[in-house]
């Protein structure tokens, strides 16, 4: 699977949009974009995920440049609950279960009242 | 969305002695499961992958005698720690992707610690 890249931390005003970007550059045609985030002592949460459109659920949306070698994920009304390590993972879709996932360092995200 | 339960959420335990960390699918059936581990302030390390019916695969660095996996049932996959040591205290955590759907699942997490 591609490397990624992300900013180690980020802080966030609450009720602000939190936007948190990841480099792919070396994604291939067939690998999508997944973000998830683990709130502290809990495992990870599934946010979203998209090929090369742009996405948009209850969550996030999450926006991926034409040449899909960037993305970034929008969390719209940040609150202090987002307050998470956010991790942008690049893999092979269709569904196929044996395609793991494997986790960078991801960023901190501290949204602060 | 599809649940993964992991059973015990926290456990202590002497040195020496093993420990079972169970993994469930509760509303969908996982032919392959994933067992992380995360030592503190550190991203989740891939362990293994569980297969249904067959050996699981061990990446590299971990000893497969020492985390046996067992996968019997298309909702179940325990991971043991077996002849623990403090050095394996650590945060577990077992993941599966459903089969129709491509986003995985992640249960809540084993904390082990070793006395």
């Known amino acids: 699977d591609a490397k990624t890249t992300q900013p180690t931390s980020m802080d966030c005003a609450e009720g602000r949009a939190a936007n948190l970007p990841c480099n792919h550059s070396t994604i291939s045609g067939n690998e999508y974009v997944y973000w998830y985030r683990q709130i502290h002592s809990q495992g990870p949460q599934y946010i979203i995920h998209?090929?090369?459109n742009n996405e948009t659920n209850e969550m996030a949306s999450l926006i991926i440049t034409e040449d899909r070698k960037s993305s970034t994920l929008i969390l719209p009304h940040a609150t202090l609950r987002d307050t998470a390590v956010y991790y942008c993972i690049v893999r092979v879709g269709g569904g196929n279960a044996g395609n793991m996932l494997t986790f960078g360092g991801g960023t901190r995200l501290m949204v602060k009242p | 969305g599809a649940v993964v339960s992991q059973h015990p959420s926290r456990v202590i335990c002497k040195s020496g002695t093993s420990v079972k960390i169970e993994c469930r699918s509760l509303d969908f059936q996982a032919t392959t499961m994933f067992w992380y581990r995360q030592f503190p302030k550190q991203s989740l390390m891939l362990m293994a992958t569980s297969n249904e019916g067959s050996k699981a695969t061990y990446e590299q660095g971990v000893e497969k005698d020492k985390f046996l996996i067992n996968h019997a049932s298309l909702t179940l996959s325990t991971l043991t720690v077996t002849s623990a040591h403090p050095e394996d205290s650590s945060f577990y955590i077992c993941?599966?992707?459903?089969?129709?759907?491509?986003?995985?699942?992640f249960g809540q997490g084993t904390r082990l610690t070793v006395v």
């Open positions: 998209g090929l090369k």
């Open positions: 993941s599966a992707f459903t089969l129709l759907n491509t986003e995985a699942f």
